[in-house]
């Protein structure tokens, strides 16, 4: 006669080891957490650049029909650039290229276009220093921004530029988005970039290259108007 084997006993988890898999899974996230962060964000720096560099090229391309002016001095820059009236061609096909990766508009702010308060995160130098100008009067172009985020006061990164997209006329008519050093209009003075913790902002200088750049510091920065000590292109960065 053949003796069966006793069934085998089912064993569960106990405490211990149940808190060991949740702390484990919690140091787990603990370190992914900050690298899936980094990753969100270096994608949203190159997505910035993007709309800069294209902005960039556009920008090229009218300078090209106007006899190398940046800009007229009648309508927005933005309106030059881009048109709400399909039958009237402009040079950007979209109006998402005037909206960062780190701008996340709130009401009455929008994405969308044909409204009253379209979205508008990047500014020119203010008016008095490009708007109107030849490019030849531009000293020194691979250090003179000419475009950039154009941010709000605040603690948080965000930004108050708007178009009025509902008519091509009604967006002629609408206020410039200007940026100069660490203030832009509309918005008022900015108190960090727009990544690295807000050490560090992108920037479109006048010969067409886009830059990270650190928004403070010694050495070249965003902020600087005058040299600190190690930026002699710092009086060059935002005047003509």
């Known amino acids: 006669m053949t003796k069966s084997s006793p069934p085998p006993v ?10 060991v898999v949740i702390a484990t899974i919690i140091i787990l ?5 900050p690298v899936f962060n980094s990753v ?26 106007n006899s190398g002016t940046l800009f007229s001095t009648t309508g927005s820059w933005m309106s030059q650039l881009y048109s709400v009236d399909p039958t009237t061609p402009k040079y950007l096909s979209s109006w998402k290229i005037f909206l960062s990766p780190f701008d996340r508009p709130v009401s009455p702010r929008t994405a969308s ?38 941010q709000a006061s ?17 967006l002629a008519g609408s206020a410039n988005v200007t940026v100069l050093a660490a203030a832009s209009t509309p918005g008022g003075p900015a108190t960090g970039g727009t990544h690295n913790s807000r050490t560090k902002i992108n920037a479109l200088f006048a ?15 965003f902020t600087n108007t005058t040299d600190p000590g190690g930026d002699p292109d710092a009086p060059f960065r935002w005047s003509p």
């Open 207 to 221: 010969d067409w290259h886009v830059e990270t750049m650190p928004w403070s510091g010694t050495g070249p920065a």
């Open 40 to 65: 969100l964000e270096r994608a949203k720096v190159t997505k910035d650049m993007s709309n800069l560099r294209q902005i960039g090229i556009v920008t090229q391309l009218y300078m090209n029909d």
């Open 10 to 19: 089912e064993r569960a988890f106990t405490l211990i080891e149940l808190l």
């Open 154 to 170: 605040g603690l948080a990164v965000r930004f108050l530029g708007i178009g009025n997209t509902t008519s091509q006329a009604n």
């Open 29 to 33: 996230a603990a370190i992914a957490t």
């Open 113 to 150: 276009t044909n409204n009253a308060s379209s979205a508008v995160s990047y500014g020119i130098k203010a008016t008095s220093g490009v708007i109107g100008i030849s490019a030849d009067k531009i000293s020194k172009p691979t250090v003179f921004i000419v475009f950039a985020p154009a």
